[in-house]
């Protein structure tokens, strides 16, 4: 039997690509977003694929009804998941104080609650079974604050800190909890957050495809925390030395320096 892997986001980018890396082997994917016709367009190119078999759950996860759709369509399907991977999530970037309220308690319920909620109700069937894997896309952004994206850079802390504490909880017991923390990667998400035009994005991204071999080299050696690619890592890395107030005006320098 094929092992069956879930992926939120999946109508873009890393998700996207994560589907399509996966497809390369025999496989059951899920794939769940909000745009249906997008699902539905990758899932029929990936459905050519030999011994490859999709689902397509719209549901718009920001939402606790959202969240319960996607885990009634697989109890539906009688599908068991055996990976996990929690990638949708979106960020904005400007003044917390000007900001649409319900921009920044969307991105909490998206980023975190709906991850939380997944990780909640698929991992105690992977424990029951001895095996399974939870992928959480974390980002750079979990190791510092960051001003002018506040609410953003804090929900990716809590992903990093959730999978680190959860991957200890079930060590030993078949399953693994991987944190990939990318750097500015080229998907759809610095249009969303506003940050196309951010040398950080125009200069510094990486390749989606490059993300998520390391994302997926990562779940495969079930390790705790994967940062993906070299200048991130080093940058990562440099956040344990580097004084908070520096860190802090640093990230607010960078981020402010558009407006
Ligand atoms: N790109 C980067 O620079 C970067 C860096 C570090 C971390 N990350 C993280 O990587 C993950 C994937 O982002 P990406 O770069 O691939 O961005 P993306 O191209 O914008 O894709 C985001 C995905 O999330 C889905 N999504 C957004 N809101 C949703 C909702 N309410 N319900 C269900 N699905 C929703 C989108 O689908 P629909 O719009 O169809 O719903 C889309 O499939 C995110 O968690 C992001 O924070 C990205």
Redesign the pocket.
């Known amino acids: 039997m094929t092992d069956t892997i879930l992926i939120?986001?999946?109508?873009?980018?890393?998700?996207a690509d994560f589907a399509r890396a996966l497809a390369k082997k025999p496989v059951t994917l899920v794939l769940t977003?909000?745009?249906t016709d997008?699902l539905a367009a990758l899932a029929t190119e990936l459905a050519q694929r030999p011994g490859v078999e999709m689902h397509v759950i719209s549901?718009?996860?920001?939402r606790p009804e959202?969240v319960k759709t996607l885990l009634d369509g697989i109890a539906d399907r009688g599908l068991s998941v055996d990976t996990l991977i929690n990638?949708?999530?979106?960020?904005a970037l400007g003044d917390f104080a000007d900001s649409d309220l319900a921009t920044q308690t969307g991105m909490i319920d998206?980023?975190i609650r709906a991850l939380v909620t997944l990780t909640h109700a698929l991992i105690p069937p992977m424990l029951a079974r001895g095996h399974g894997r939870v992928l959480n896309?974390a980002?750079t952004?979990a190791f510092q604050p960051g001003p002018y994206m506040a609410v953003y850079y804090a929900s990716k802390a809590f992903v990093l800190h959730f999978s680190e504490a959860l991957h200890e909880e079930v060590k030993g017991r078949g399953v693994t909890v991987t944190a990939l923390c990318?750097?500015?990667?080229r998907?759809?998400?610095?249009d969303?957050a506003g940050m196309a035009e951010m040398p950080l994005f125009t200069r510094f991204?990486s390749d989606s495809e490059q993300v998520v071999r390391d994302g997926l080299a990562a779940l495969e050696r079930g390790q705790a925390v994967m940062v993906s690619g070299l200048l991130n890592r080093l940058t990562a890395a440099s956040t344990r030395v580097t004084p908070r107030g520096v860190l802090r005006r640093a990230v607010a320098k960078l981020q402010s320096g558009r407006r």
């Open positions: 939120t986001g999946a109508s873009a980018g890393l998700g977003a909000r745009r997008r549901a718009d996860l920001g959202g990638n949708a999530g979106y960020g998206l980023n896309i980002s952004a990318p750097g500015p990667t998907t759809e998400f610095a969303i991204a």
